[in-house]
């Protein structure tokens, strides 16, 4: 392996974390460092849970015990030594921020430049006095509208709003807005108390009476008979007879509104939004800020309207300013706000530039970071730090490229060199071929995944990976991988739509061929998934009756300006789609209880299994019994948890195996009970690939482990906890599941960038399952990236030319060798690079 030219390296002895099998290790600093390998191999444990953790560490130990509680500490990672260790900076996929408050503006300071240049150098009305930067924010007292506090949107609650259904009495719960269990139960008991009758129809009591239960906000206390009528309930009052207990009342109105400001439950806090009616706020008229912060403008916009500018627009109106090209006169009599227009202006623009070339040109200060994706976050916080121009430092990426068109991982590698040249080491978690390409060194882990990855394959410059005869990634590196294009399938009809407007859509018309498989592709922000994830989403849906489920992001339900799609409506094709079936990257479950074999209802027939058995049936154990969530067979110390937190005070707090079960979640008793030598915990802990082996005499359950293996997912644990998944992964468990469901066609499949996060290898056996589909007589039409795939696609729909405003439209459609020749795609080149290259 050739050193030469390296200034030095960090040495990594005896790495045993996750499945990492003692590895040591040499890796160069200041250099771009690649690590690869197939999905699970132990890249990220490397890089993340080794390299990073260890720096992390040793970081915290330099800081006050106090600060230290602050900071989200990972866990001390399984390694005899590191040495050469620089500082390190971690820039991790994550979804967005949950606040609505935090956006685009805020997560890159644009926002903090914006409010000084109009607290500076604002062109403010005539006899106003200077305002200060924080007054320009609607999230600080000094700036926000004091009739909606910042929100822009005004709420209230009318009694058609809490009481849908007047026809009902309150005991048939015509106060919808009251909590639907004992809470409301406890509210219809004190009305009782009161003499109102709570057995005639709302719209039968007195108006006087119904609006002091919605509007008062008097707080009475009752005694409270449950169970008795009015009549009762008067007589025992009247003779003082002993209360169950003494009830407190609350208006409905301030429940509702006393509930949403507090709650720390997302679901309640859904759940009393809907009783509340929203409109745009009457006096800043939605745009969240007090009247003199509104009437200051600069270039003839208020800070408001400056913020829906996209970055793009932004830089095309600052650049004059940061050259010294001052518009006519403007500020003559102000010398000082041209120096601090020019200074904040090219501040601005350096920041800004930095955006543009990672092709975010298209996003808005305004934006609400919820809605971003990882890849368009991770890549705000990477411009951020090439601007901070820190020195030194080991940026640790987790695949950059997630997301990204072919087009614009151009423009991440030149912004990744900016940070290597500026003194700093990047290590990259990476399966993207063309940052393969480009780095300085690679360090291939493998071979397999989960049990059979865990080493390293090879440590040097990219050319040595070529005689490593044990790497799967050589092959595509190197165009070894089998031929890309092949016979396209022919539809058996069209899926028309018409008219579709939302986002950067406008009167689109698009038409999807049926029985084929196509790949919707475009730059970044271009409009894929608006088109197919959300417009055609929603028309099939309605077409078909669904009712679908809004995304469980933990964001504020009124806050959350939702966009909406303001028209479009499908002309034909739906007489060949009977069902709908959406694989997203949404978490398959929320909490560490929910895992691949919960999820995937592989669990109910190993349970089964186990309850059959001879010693089971003895003791009379059901399939139940064999449950982590349920209390006859979980462990009692645990709670079927399988680990107890320790709090360490100003430490992070451990996480340890549960001291009574040894982290196997269940109690003694259910643990006696074997199937073929291994109990219920010992299957939970088998990999997937494993559990095929094992339970191969049982058919349910080693076709349903051989599709999860089928789509790359043969390292995961079956009772691996769904909160340690990826979105990638999250998405393959689904397509698996969908897999193992019997085929009678005529399905739509929408699939969402599925090869995020995949090794090329494990991209191919994707396809295979993606055939499978199209094959038994549906549809799968994919958003994607991936060259490899949509060269091998039946039928390529590409969105563009450009990102936001200036996308939108179809560039090219067509088989693929039809797209990779159009003039107009950004896609083009790629593509035909790709099918060139391999066939």
Request: aromatic share 6%; proline share 5%; glycine share 8%.
């Amino acid at each position: 392996m050739d050193k030469t030219d390296l200034t030095g390296f960090v040495r990594v002895k005896g790495a045993r974390e996750h499945n990492l099998k003692n590895i040591s290790v040499d890796i160069p600093r200041d250099a771009l460092v690649v690590f690869t390998g197939v999905s699970g191999s132990g890249k990220s444990s490397l890089a993340f849970g080794t390299l990073y953790a260890e720096a992390q560490r040793r970081y915290l130990e330099s800081v006050s015990p106090y600060a230290r509680r602050l900071f989200n500490q990972m866990s001390i990672p399984e390694v005899d030594d590191i040495e050469g260790l620089p500082p390190a900076v971690a820039l991790q996929q994550q979804r967005g921020a949950v606040s609505t408050r935090s956006s685009v503006g805020s997560v890159t300071t644009i926002s903090n430049l914006l409010r000084m240049l109009y607290s500076r150098a604002g062109d403010y009305p005539a006899g106003q006095d200077i305002i200060y930067a924080e007054s320009f924010s609607a999230n600080t007292p000094e700036g926000a509208c004091t009739e909606c506090h910042g929100l822009g949107r005004v709420y209230q609650v009318t009694e058609q709003s809490m009481v849908p259904d007047d026809s009902l009495t309150i005991r048939q719960k015509a106060v919808a807005a009251w909590p639907t269990a004992w809470g409301g139960q406890n509210q219809r008991d004190i009305l009782t108390s009161m003499g109102i009758n709570v057995d005639v129809p709302w719209r039968e009591l007195p108006k006087k009476t119904r609006d002091w239960i919605l509007f008062t906000d008097e707080q009475p206390q009752l005694p409270v008979y449950p169970g008795l009528d009015l009549e009762k309930t008067q007589k025992a009052i009247k003779h003082k007879r002993q209360p169950d207990y003494m009830g407190t009342f609350t208006g409905v109105k301030r429940y509702v509104m006393q509930t949403f400001a507090t709650t720390q439950s997302q679901l309640m806090k859904k759940r009393v939004a809907q009783y509340m009616l929203s409109s745009e706020c009457p006096l800043c008229l939605g745009k969240r800020l007090r009247k003199e912060s509104l009437s200051v403008k600069f270039a003839g916009l208020d800070i408001a309207d400056m913020s829906k500018q996209t970055l793009a627009q932004l830089h095309q109106l600052f650049e004059p300013y940061a050259a010294g090209q001052m518009q006519s006169g403007q500020h003559a009599d102000h010398p000082e706000k041209l120096i601090v227009t020019r200074r904040i202006a090219q501040d601005l623009c350096a920041r800004l530039n930095i955006m543009l070339d990672l092709g975010l040109g298209y996003l808005t200060p305004e934006r609400n970071t919820p809605t971003l994706s990882p890849g368009e976050l991770q890549r705000l916080r990477l411009a951020t730090q090439v601007r901070s121009n820190l020195f030194g430092v080991v940026y640790v990426l987790d695949e950059p490229s997630a997301g990204l068109h072919p087009a614009d991982t151009a423009s991440l590698l030149r912004a990744l060199d900016k940070l290597k040249v500026a003194g700093n080491s990047l290590f990259v978690v990476e399966h993207e071929i063309d940052i393969i390409r480009h780095a300085d060194w690679i360090i291939d882990v493998g071979p397999g995944a989960g049990q059979h990855g865990g080493q390293i394959l090879y440590s040097g410059r990219p050319d040595g990976l070529q005689k490593v005869e044990s790497s799967i990634t050589r092959k595509y590196i190197y165009n070894e991988s089998a031929k890309v294009t092949g016979p396209v399938r022919k539809p058996n009809g069209w899926l028309k739509l018409e008219g579709l407007t939302r986002n950067n859509l406008n009167e689109l018309d698009a038409a999807f061929p049926l029985g084929v498989l196509t790949s919707v592709t475009g730059v970044s922000g271009s409009g894929k998934s608006t088109l197919v994830s959300q417009v055609l989403v929603e028309l099939v849906a309605a077409q078909l009756g669904l009712k679908l489920t809004e995304a469980e992001e933990e964001t504020d339900p009124l806050a959350d300006e939702r966009v909406i799609t303001l028209g479009g409506q499908i002309t034909d094709g739906m007489q060949h789609i009977k069902r709908l079936v959406v694989v997203d990257q949404k978490p398959i479950g929320r909490t560490p209880r929910s895992n691949l074999a919960t999820y995937t209802g592989l669990f109910d027939h190993v349970r089964k299994l186990f309850a059959a058995t001879k010693l089971a049936k003895s003791r009379k154990y059901d399939a139940g019994r064999f449950s982590f969530n349920v209390v006859k067979g979980r462990c009692p110390h645990c709670e079927g948890e399988g680990f107890v937190m320790i709090e360490l005070l100003f430490l992070p707090s451990v996480y340890a195996p549960c001291p009574t079960c040894d982290g196997t979640r269940y109690n003694s008793q259910t643990l006696e009970v074997l199937y073929k030598d291994k109990n219920i915990a010992d299957v939970l802990n088998m990999t997937v690939d494993e559990a095929a082996d094992f339970f191969d005499e049982e058919l349910a359950i080693s076709r349903a482990l051989q599709v999860v293996s089928e789509v790359g997912l043969g390292y995961l644990r079956l009772g691996q906890s769904a909160t340690e998944l990826s979105g990638g992964e999250a998405q393959r468990i689904k397509l698996a599941t969908e897999l193992q469901r019997a085929q009678h066609g005529q399905t739509l499949y929408i699939l969402d960038e599925p090869t995020t996060g995949l090794h090329p290898s494990d991209v191919e056996r994707l396809l295979k399952q993606c055939n499978r589909l199209v094959d038994a007589g549906n549809t799968v039409i994919a958003i994607e990236h991936d060259m490899m795939v949509v060269a091998k696609s039946d039928w390529v729909v590409d969105i563009g030319p450009d990102a936001g405003d200036k996308g939108g439209t179809i560039v090219a459609q067509g088989i693929p060798e039809d797209v990779a020749n159009s003039k107009q795609s950004k896609t083009a080149p790629y593509l035909r690079n790709t099918i060139h290259s391999k066939s």
